[in-house]
């Protein structure tokens, strides 16, 4: 497809279990945004990755997450040991330059529901 | 701490004009005015975004005041469609930081009666 895909796009865990969210941007974009988004509320910054330099985690909420990008494309977004307070939406968004004019791209988000 | 002020929801009817509000007084001379919009059950999608001259493009205008601390989205003419989140949002020159993280307010809800 032409757009970010995110999988799954639906997600119900039991608390404590690990989760995996999938981020496949628009190929040939350099920079590759997580954002988090619980009900009613704002984007949430998460992790930012830029071409082969080192990702910006200073959004990442506990060290039950993490994130990597492999091959400058496909990212996933690792969260540990679930609580219920990590009900969202995980929205990846992809750019072609991380630069102040540069349109992000979203995907349609992964909904995480932890029981 | 976002660097945006937007009305929480505003409401419009359809094929009528919507102008829909940002506040930025903090902004730099090099940030970049970006608007989204977010369609229930979606992620959100770029509409447009400006300098400092007023832009044009198939979906909408953004106009920008002369001192830059605010500016306007404007939809010609609403439809049901374009009921939706919109976010108005800073793009600084470095990237790094709050430029990176791109501060996301809660936007403006905008509904549209038929």
């Known amino acids: 497809g032409a757009g970010v895909s995110q999988s799954p796009s639906n997600k119900v865990t039991e608390k404590g279990k690990d989760v995996e969210l999938r981020c496949d941007p628009i190929?040939?974009?350099?920079?590759l945004y997580w954002y988090r988004q619980s009900l009613g509320q704002g984007l949430e910054f998460l992790i930012y990755?830029?071409?082969?330099?080192?990702?910006?985690k200073s959004g990442l909420p506990s060290d039950r997450f993490s994130a990597e990008r492999t091959g400058g494309s496909v990212s996933t977004l690792t969260i540990q040991r679930t609580q219920q307070e990590d009900s969202a939406v995980y929205l990846c968004a992809s750019s072609v330059t991380s630069g102040r004019a540069g349109e992000l791209f979203f995907g349609e988000g992964s909904r995480l529901t932890v029981l | 701490d976002a660097k945006t002020t937007q009305p929480n929801s505003m409401e419009s009817n359809e094929e009528e004009p919507v102008h829909l509000p940002c506040n930025h007084s903090?902004?730099?001379?090099?940030?970049?005015i970006h608007w989204y919009r977010q369609l229930p059950s979606q992620g959100p999608e770029y509409v447009i975004h400006g300098l400092t001259s007023n832009v044009n493009n198939r979906m909408a205008s953004l106009a920008i005041a002369e001192d830059r601390k605010s500016s306007t989205l404007i939809l010609h003419r609403a439809t049901l469609r374009d009921a939706a989140v919109y976010y108005c949002?800073?793009?600084?020159?470095?990237?790094?930081?709050?430029?990176?993280?791109?501060?996301w307010g809660l936007g403006t809800s905008l509904a549209v009666n038929p």
């Open positions: 990755f830029q071409g082969n330099s080192a990702p910006d």
């Open positions: 949002i800073l793009r600084g020159l470095y990237n790094a930081g709050n430029n990176r993280k791109l501060i």
């Open positions: 190929s040939g974009h350099t920079a």
């Open positions: 903090t902004i730099s001379g090099t940030d970049y």
